[in-house]
T-cell receptor
């Protein structure tokens, strides 16, 4: 039982490149979330999903897209990376009250 | 939508002192308020939570209080220890049917000095 696993853990991108972050959970959770964490700004919700095939925008969705084709996976895509997207990205999942977080992905856009 | 404000942003205490972190929320329909602790370089983890039908909850050295009328809730840590040093996040959520959005505060960096 791995919980919530994020891939990759670290990545450096050049401005304009694209990439996909993968979040996988093995707890059969319905809800999945992508947050970004920046100094002094806490955890800000990018997109979330309330079930397979459904997604919704959070507080800071611009520049990101998501997909949830399988219940256990939630993908976050950056189509054209910008330096402002340099951040630590956390995925989380839950069905009950407690949210379980992945270990984070540190993304640097140069 | 929900907005959660958290204060202070940093808090320094001596070992053995108490620490208090305060949060306010805007959506009166929010009814679930968790607190997460994030140690340096690690993922946030739930340490305590409270629902709107309860005014106070304790778990050993930590406690959370909720004032629904004023829409604020607080985390209290007594007899602080160096291992309590971390970033603490409060959050608010609505336990609606249909969807659950978990909105976090901006975090408090707690430093406990020996």
């Amino acid at each position: 039982n791995a919980g919530v696993t994020q891939t990759p853990k670290f990545r450096v991108l050049k401005t304009g490149q694209s990439m996909t972050l993968l979040c996988a959970q093995d707890m059969n959770h319905e809800y999945m979330y992508w947050y970004r964490q920046d100094p002094g700004m806490g955890l800000r919700l990018i997109h979330y999903s309330v079930g397979e095939g459904t997604t919704a925008k959070g507080e800071v969705p611009d520049g990101y897209n998501v997909s949830r084709l399988k219940k256990q996976n939630f993908l976050l895509g950056l189509e054209s990376a910008a330096p402002s997207q340099t951040s630590v990205y956390f995925c989380a999942s839950r069905t009950g009250p407690e949210a379980f977080f992945g270990q984070g992905t540190r993304l640097t856009v140069v | 939508g929900e907005n959660v404000e958290q204060h202070p942003s940093t808090l320094s205490v001596q070992e053995g002192d108490s620490a208090v972190i305060k949060c306010t929320y805007s959506d009166s329909a929010s009814n679930y308020f968790p607190w997460y602790k994030q140690e340096l370089g690690k993922r946030p983890q739930l340490i305590i939570d409270i629902r709107s039908n309860v005014g106070e909850k304790k778990d050993q050295r930590i406690a959370v209080t909720l004032n629904k009328t004023a829409k604020h809730f607080s985390l209290h840590i007594t007899e602080t220890q160096p291992e309590d040093s971390a970033v603490y996040f409060c959050a608010a959520s609505r336990w609606d049917t249909g969807f659950q959005k978990l909105v976090f505060g901006t975090g408090t960096r707690l430093l406990v000095s020996p």
